[in-house]
């Protein structure tokens, strides 16, 4: 007993889930394990990062020309003092550290004496990130497949009434305050099961039917809208801001530089704060009936918004700025650019909440003089949260400092939701199970955003050519090109090597190895699309015949009934 109560207590964050999941259900419950879920990611992306890219350079810090004084206003820009610290690319050295080479434009300057393992910089920082973007698919299909699994399993079985009611107390629970978290989740739970039975689907007249349609129509037409003018306010704003950037260089004074660089993250925060407004409006316009199918659309919404402004960002940094930042470096300002997009996001969250929740609710009380509340916006949250994942992926390879940040402003998130959640918001009116929620938020971490990601991070490393005068890729055509050079400079300084050069020509060069490695991932994925489905069909089979053996049972019982009747009526 005593050892179960300490393995709960570990749990991060244990006692919390569980009244958010008595007070609010498990729709709003959803929301908090997300943020969970991308705490562990970043964490492990911080652990990668900092062990293998920043402290070995850190062992052997870089000397720069001139050396900047912290202000302050590094915190918002991420420029200034931070562009000469590890927490950028540019400070990267394109050496082997623990060798006492001189320059990094001839590799042959090196001495002949080699240390028993050289710690090639490009070649760690490359494979790093990379195992990173990895191990991160593999976890997340893992967590998804695993979700998927069990969304299936509680959708079938939680539907039955009576195990809830009768057998879904705890009697091992003595401590007061949890045994009143306990009655105030089973409750919660009964409401959700409840409200999903009595939903009914009563057929509307055509009249009604053509205005409903007609709402739609022009719902999605101001959405799309609101997409297509987002993405041109975006674009012209950051062609403004880029030639303004070029003329104030050119002419000095940073200050004045890294401040205008602030006015691109904030318009991209604002739209990402006040339409998602306009789309819960939207919604009530609408007037679904099913609310799993209006937090669905909402989150449909809110995601093409995303998708549409983060296209625009990657096509600015990636085309227009490595173009018009060739002879600089154009990586570590894409990584300031990044970093100021996730500090505008985490400050115009805090200020949604101030203002979005507590001043509204403040504004209505004192208006109607009785205890009113919002309700919590499932929907524009969670895609607050993926929308700052994505950034972080999108960073990584020129931010490596930018986990840190991510998991910062993920423990300052959930503790502030949670305290506005507690007092600014109410139980959702319409409760709802939300037993697939969890799957829906994992898959669309996964293809929308971490598949975003991957493509911007091999478009990179493939296709653009780093700069020339800093970063750990210098004087190279391609960052893809750092394992070829020192593969060769290996094989020529230790012939015994010559097998890993070998291994690099045919595994990793040859592009039919990764055509193998993707026609088995494929593979798995279709023998394991096909094992859920076995299950699902073998899963149904027997709900049938449970039901048939009921209503077996349910006719001989009607017949011995029956049967007495008529026994009975003759006696």
Not at 448 to 462: E, M, R
Not at 512 to 517: D, K, L, S
């Amino acid at each position: 007993m005593f050892s179960l109560s300490l393995f709960l207590a570990l749990r991060l964050w244990h006692k919390v889930l569980k009244q958010i999941s008595g007070r609010f259900g498990s729709s709003v419950l959803s929301y908090f394990v997300f943020l969970k879920t991308l705490l562990g990611f970043n964490i492990f992306l911080c652990f990668l990062c900092i062990l293998f890219i920043v402290i070995p350079q850190a062992v052997h810090p870089q000397s720069f020309p001139y050396q900047r004084f912290f202000t302050g206003l590094e915190l918002l820009t991420g420029a200034g003092y931070f562009s000469s610290t590890p927490m950028y690319y540019g400070y990267y050295s394109n050496l082997t550290l623990n060798e006492n080479c001189s320059s990094g434009l001839n590799t042959t300057a090196c001495p002949s004496g080699r240390a028993w393992f050289p710690y090639h910089m490009p070649l760690a920082y490359l494979f790093t990130v990379g195992a990173a973007f990895l191990s991160t698919c593999i976890i997340l299909v893992y967590r998804m497949s695993c979700s998927f699994g069990e969304s299936f399993r509680v959708g079938l079985s939680s539907g039955i009434m009576a195990a809830k009611v009768f057998s879904s107390w705890d009697f091992k629970v003595t401590w007061n305050r949890s045994v009143q978290r306990q009655k105030e989740n089973i409750h919660m739970q009964l409401k959700e099961m409840l409200c999903e039975r009595l939903q009914n689907y009563t057929p509307n007249p055509i009249r009604r039917r053509l205005k409903t349609l007609f709402i739609y129509f022009l719902s999605w037409t101001l959405c799309m809208g609101s997409w297509l003018g987002s993405a041109i306010v975006v674009y012209l704003l950051s062609e403004h801001l880029h030639q303004d950037h070029r003329i104030r260089v050119r002419s000095g004074g940073e200050p004045e530089v890294e401040a205008m660089l602030l006015p691109l993250p904030v318009a991209v925060s604002v739209c990402n704060l006040l339409l998602p407004y306009m789309y819960h409006a939207l919604g009530l316009w609408e007037r679904l009936d099913s609310p799993v199918l209006e937090v669905y659309v909402a989150i449909c919404r809110n995601l093409i918004l995303k998708i549409v402004v983060l296209g625009v960002m990657c096509y600015h940094w990636l085309i227009r700025k490595t173009k018009y930042l060739e002879n600089k470096c154009w990586e570590t300002f894409v990584g300031q650019e990044l970093y100021r997009f996730v500090i505008m996001d985490l400050l115009f969250s805090l200020l949604d909440t101030l203002f979005g929740e507590l001043l509204w609710r403040i504004i209505l009380e004192k208006r109607y003089k009785k205890r009113c509340r919002t309700e919590f916006d499932i929907a524009r949250n969670v895609l607050e949260l993926i929308y700052s994942q994505t950034l972080a992926w999108l960073g990584v390879l020129f931010c490596p400092l930018l986990p840190v940040v991510q998991v910062l402003k993920l423990l300052l998130l959930f503790y502030v939701k949670k305290a506005s959640l507690m007092r600014n918001c109410k139980s959702p009116s319409k409760p709802w199970r939300a037993s697939h929620m969890n799957t829906t938020f994992l898959t669309l971490l996964c293809f929308p955003s971490f598949l975003g990601a991957s493509v911007f991070f091999t478009y990179t490393v493939w296709s653009v050519k780093p700069s020339d005068t800093c970063g750990p890729f210098r004087f190279l055509s391609s960052m893809y090109e750092a394992g070829k050079v020192y593969v060769r400079k290996l094989e020529r300084s230790n012939p015994g090597w010559a097998w890993v050069s070998w291994i690099h020509l045919y595994l990793v060069e040859n592009t039919f190895f990764i055509y193998v490695a993707a026609g088995v991932l494929m593979i798995v994925i279709y023998f394991h699309i096909q094992i859920v489905n076995g299950q699902r069909k073998i899963i149904n089979l027997q709900k049938g015949q449970i039901s048939m053996e009921g209503e077996d049972k349910r006719f001989l019982i009607n017949r011995l009934h029956s049967f007495y009747e008529k026994r009975s009526k003759r006696q």
